[in-house]
């Protein structure tokens, strides 16, 4: 690293730290000592370097140069250590110990403090960019490679396909442009709550990428790679739009679509509806149906088994979604008349392979188009509509929980049963009460 003088004339380069002691503030005048930054990688440091004990003797030729007081004939090519100027006396090695290093100077970097020793400006600079590079170069491990590492080899092989494919979205869609760059001993709960500030769309959305992260991060925890997670500190606040609730269809809605089943072209189409509009079933466990699993003569249909789209259009066949959807429900006499029959261990639907979402999009798009149905045909609504008129009907939320498969009638309350009555209603009910 050198400095040369605005000179037009002359021109003297110099080593950064060899300078005389001699004039401090001479040298303090230069440009080079008037700033306390180096810039690095775009880095900016503060190198605190006593020039009292910086300063050695001149290594290079100089010649005239006003700065340093220096008057030698350019023709010489003199020393400075052979220099007669006052301001240019050599400095004595018994004051700046020479003997193995020239430079011994401490700076600190992310709040530690660090010796570099080196022989030249340029040296002291390279291992500072050295102790700036990547994370792994000082004995860190970049976010990006550990999390990937703990998908591989603790989430992908243990969790449903579905599941990793939703914990496969949040590390690609919203931690890795989070964290990119960052090893995981960096990350701060700043670096935290920035990634949900920057993240739009619903609550539900963010609590996604936060269950993700947060067991990453407990993985590095336990690796004793940071002492604490960031993510469980009080200061983090997690906000967004409430998720829309699916709305039921009305009581109107259903009763039309019932009574025109028969107007459907396809009759599997027509079985379809007539399963998933009258039953409180989940559209996998649709799917799933085989002929051995509708009881006529009982008049039950026995869940045994369910199909997800991981991958959207590849179905995948497993169990129920919990022990408690392993269960039987009663089948509508409604139904009945619309239901077919078919081969052992085939699908209801789909034959040798259960139908994809694709093939279920389009069949719901016919169903409208036949029925002449004003809205659109969604599944998860004839789930959340039967599970609503069951519990006004009966007011027994237990049969409910039975009948929806749930682990808890908490569950079936707070996400699917939407209630008929309206504000008008429930007073009401109240006056009859104590009208007396």
């Not at 340029?122 to 102790?131: C, S």
């Not at 920057?198 to 004793?224: C, H, P, W, Y």
């Not at 079985?271 to 409180?280: C, E, R």
């Not at 989940?282 to 002929?291: A, N, S």
Request: include cysteine; charge should be positive; hydrophobic fraction near 35%.
């Amino acid at each position: 690293m050198t400095y040369k003088t605005d000179s037009a004339q002359s021109c003297c380069a110099v080593n950064l730290l060899d300078l005389m002691r001699d004039d401090v503030a001479d040298l303090q005048r230069l440009p080079l000592f008037q700033d306390s930054h180096i810039s690095i990688n775009a880095l900016s440091l503060t190198v605190k370097v006593p020039l009292d004990k910086a300063l050695e003797t001149l290594s290079r030729r100089c010649y005239t140069d006003s700065n340093l007081g220096a008057s030698v004939s350019p023709a010489q090519g003199q020393h400075l250590d052979n220099c007669i100027a006052p301001t240019c006396m050599p400095s004595s090695e018994g004051d700046f110990e020479m003997a193995k290093y020239k430079i011994n100077q401490s700076i600190t970097i992310n709040g530690v403090k660090r010796w570099i020793t080196a022989n030249s400006m340029q040296e002291f600079a390279d291992k500072v960019t050295r102790l700036l590079g990547t994370p792994q170069d000082r004995g860190k491990h970049l976010f990006v490679e550990y999390a990937w590492n703990w998908y591989n080899t603790y989430s992908a092989p243990n969790v449903e396909t579905a599941t990793a494919t939703t914990y496969k979205r949040q590390i690609r869609l919203y931690l890795i442009p989070a964290f990119d760059g960052l090893a995981v001993e960096d990350i701060t709960v700043d670096d935290v709550q920035r990634l949900f500030n920057s993240m739009a769309g619903a609550k539900t959305t963010k609590d996604k990428a936060r269950m993700v992260l947060n067991q990453i991060l407990d993985a590095a925890v336990e690796d004793k790679l940071i002492t604490s997670n960031p993510l469980k500190s009080r200061r983090v606040k997690i906000t967004g739009k409430a998720s829309k609730p699916t709305a039921p269809y009305t009581v109107e809605q259903m009763r039309y679509l019932v009574q025109h089943i028969q107007d459907i072209h396809n009759p599997r189409d027509r079985a379809f509806l007539a399963l998933q509009a009258l039953h409180p079933l989940r559209l996998e466990e649709v799917l799933g149906l085989q002929p051995g699993d509708i009881d006529t003569d009982r008049m039950a249909i026995h869940i045994r088994r369910a199909v997800t789209h991981p991958t959207r259009n590849r179905p995948e066949i497993k169990d129920t979604k919990t022990t408690s959807s392993h269960r039987t429900i009663g089948l509508s006499a409604l139904a009945l008349p619309y239901l077919q029959t078919g081969a052992a261990g085939k699908f209801l639907f789909g034959g040798d392979k259960p139908l994809s979402y694709t093939q279920v999009r389009k069949m719901c798009q016919r169903i409208q188009r036949d029925t002449g149905f004003t809205e659109s045909i969604t599944p998860i609504r004839f789930r959340t509509t039967v599970l609503t008129d069951l519990y006004n009907q009966t007011k027994d939320i237990k049969l409910a929980q039975s009948a929806a498969g749930h682990t808890t009638s908490a569950m079936t309350l707070k996400y699917y049963v939407k209630g008929r009555e309206t504000s008008s209603e429930a007073a009401a009910a109240v006056d009859r009460l104590y009208a007396g």
